[in-house]
């Protein structure tokens, strides 16, 4: 088979496969080329999900008449013209084969008037023959009219989705291109009928109008620079997190992408307070050089390539990871706070724009050492139903001393600490809570390599599978940085002789056995590396307060102070909130009062 050159219209078709694979693909090439033009003013309207049509109309800087025909043509742009230019693209768009492609798998209609020309001109395209231009009647701006997509490729058409789902990818192209430009507004219209209205606003007020008001009352502000490379936007609080990853927007100089560094960093970032399998939400806008990003990786643009890979992860990651640790300390509870499934409760997670430094180790509660020396002005009583009533429950220095949780007022059922605070009141999960409390203070102990140990007045001997007694003899110094001291006595027995000193109200055998397990899954190399903090957090839960535990108030207060001063205090190791505020404004709706 002889080799041939293939014609432009053949070339322009395989392209487009590449470039507009549905109607959003199309809209999204037509969108950032109005914004390279500075439009401020963007009206899309679409006829059966953008498959029947797809008319795009802007106020930008539009296009003259001697260059239209040049606009369609493949590799033609205004954007770039060196390597140079390539190489630090500011633009959206740079290709220049987007409107050739369109082009070349619909009916086109292009009119643009510069804003110093008389009148517009107005271009057509079918099947590869472009039409003479014509006058036409337009403000200044671009217009362009795609009708009939693939009518020419019924192949490709047959790939499309039913209309309802082209619609929806096309609305989702809108509005992420709004997200990134609350300068601009932005209109769609979809059969006739307006869908969304956007006008010109902050960018607080784009993400409250695209994302919805729920996610900007569970979100934290992100700020935060290193040289040339900063993020700014929100991220969700963890207690408010869902399965979806629908809300998850990045933006690098503006342009929307999916990058696979960026949501691992992300990720990570939230590894330490999210529950199970749940995704957090986020709309960042990454800002850098644009000599240190790649753009010109894919053809649809959305994949990147960042020079400094590794600096970029380790930048995210650290910038949104201080914000989740942040302690409770010093913070006031907001009273725009989230609601969750539970009627008028809102997640405990409060978080200052900078994380405290890294607590001290000291005493974990023994349980809690009493407070009644420190006047708090408490007295309490059993009242023999679970429930414990403080008689005084502030201090007589008035509410607005109170701390972030305020002061203990009783015990439910063994399991929820009760708290007044200057906004209402706080419902703790007592095992929750002092589980993250714990958490935080073997980390921060192994990180300092000073992992205190209680010796054991007399050594617990426990029956052990032949294998785990074998894995764990090489690794028994390893064992002891971490606070227990344990030695193989047979092939299938084990003597524990001390555990971890923050530990030592748990029971021995049932934390040993419990390590001895992680050691057989993983190992006790990989347990001691990789797996460290998942460690941490099992032995943790074993060392946390039980339910059922009789507190008293002063015990109560002293829970509430650690877990102000706890990184990640929100949430317990496995990710589920340790608190939630009631404000008086919904106690008083729920009682009806002052209606």
């Known amino acids: 088979m002889s080799i041939r050159v293939l014609p432009d219209v053949l070339i322009s078709q395989i392209a ?70 390539l190489e630090q693209v ?79 990818h096309c609305a989702e192209t809108v509005r ?24 010109a606003d902050s960018a607080a007020a784009r993400v409250r109008q695209v994302m919805g008001e729920a996610f900007e009352r569970n979100t934290i502000a992100v700020d935060a620079a290193a040289g040339a490379l900063r993020v700014s936007g929100w991220v969700i609080r963890p207690g408010a997190a869902t399965a979806s ?53 894919h053809p649809a643009k959305t994949e990147i390539r960042f020079r400094d890979s590794r600096g970029v992860h380790q930048f995210l990651f650290h910038a949104v990871e201080r ?18 499934a539970v009627p008028g409760f809102r997640p405990g997670f409060v978080a200052p724009q900078q994380a405290s430094m890294p607590l001290q180790v000291n005493e974990a509660m023994a349980f809690y050492a009493p407070l009644a020396a420190q006047g708090s002005g408490f007295r309490g009583q059993d009242s023999g139903e679970g429930v414990a009533l403080a008689a005084q429950p502030f201090p007589e220095s008035g509410h607005g001393d109170a701390p972030p949780l305020g002061y203990a007022l009783a015990q439910l059922h063994g399991v929820y600490v009760l708290a007044q605070n200057a906004q209402g009141l706080v419902l703790v999960d007592m095992h929750a809570a002092h589980e993250r409390v714990v958490y935080e203070k073997l980390k921060t102990a192994l990180d300092a390599r000073a992992v205190p140990a209680q010796t054991l007045l007399i050594p617990v001997a426990l ?42 109200n748990a029971d021995p055998v049932e934390l040993t056995r419990a390590v001895l397990r992680e050691v057989a899954e993983f190992g006790v190399a990989r347990l001691l590396a990789e797996r460290r903090n998942e460690l941490l957090a099992t032995l943790a839960c074993h060392g946390a307060v039980r339910a059922n535990r009789h507190l008293t108030l002063p015990e109560m207060n002293a829970l509430l102070r650690e877990m102000e ?14 608190w939630f505020q009631v404000s008086l404004r919904e106690l008083d709706a729920m009682f009806m009062r002052g209606r």
């Open 463 to 504: 029956t052990v599978d032949a294998r785990d007694a074998a894995e764990i003899s090489p690794h028994l110094e390893s064992l002891r940085e971490i606070g227990f001291e344990l030695s193989v006595t047979s092939p299938t027995s084990v003597a524990v002789r001390s555990v971890p000193w923050l530990l030592k």
């Open 16 to 85: 487009a496969g590449e470039v507009v694979e549905r109607p959003a693909a199309a809209l999204k090439e037509i969108l950032e080329n109005s914004l390279d033009a500075g439009a401020t003013d963007i009206q899309v309207d679409l006829e059966q999900g953008g498959i029947k049509r797809i008319r795009v109309a802007d106020n930008g800087s539009g296009i003259a008449r001697d260059e239209l025909a040049l606009a369609l043509t493949r590799h033609a742009t205004s954007k770039i013209a060196s390597l140079a230019d």
């Open 323 to 340: 914000l989740l640790s942040a302690p409770v300390t010093g913070c006031a509870v907001p009273e725009a706070a989230s609601t969750l």
């Open 176 to 199: 992420r291109l709004a997200l990134a430009n609350p300068q601009v507004a932005f209109t769609l219209s979809h059969n006739g009928r307006v869908q969304l209205r956007l006008n």
């Open 245 to 297: 990853r629908d809300s998850q927007h990045v933006f690098v100089n503006g342009r929307y992408v999916r990058d696979k560094l960026i949501v691992h960093a992300l990720k990570e970032a939230y590894r330490d307070v999210l529950h199970h399998q749940l995704n957090p939400a986020y709309c960042l806008f990454i800002s850098l050089p644009p000599d240190a990003v790649d753009v010109n990786v």
């Open 90 to 168: 500011a633009s959206l768009g740079f290709r220049g084969e987007a409107l050739a492609s369109i082009a070349a798998i619909a009916r086109v209609q292009l009119g643009s008037r510069g804003t110093d020309a008389e009148h517009a001109w107005e271009v057509r395209i079918e099947g590869g023959r472009l039409s003479e231009p014509a006058p036409a009647a337009r403000a200044a701006g671009t217009t362009i009219d795609i009708q009939d997509l693939f009518f020419n490729t019924p192949a490709r058409r047959k790939f499309l989705k039913a209309e309802a789902t082209e619609y929806a």
């Open 565 to 578: 001063a706890t990184e990640r205090g929100g949430q317990c190791n496995h990710g589920r909130p340790t």
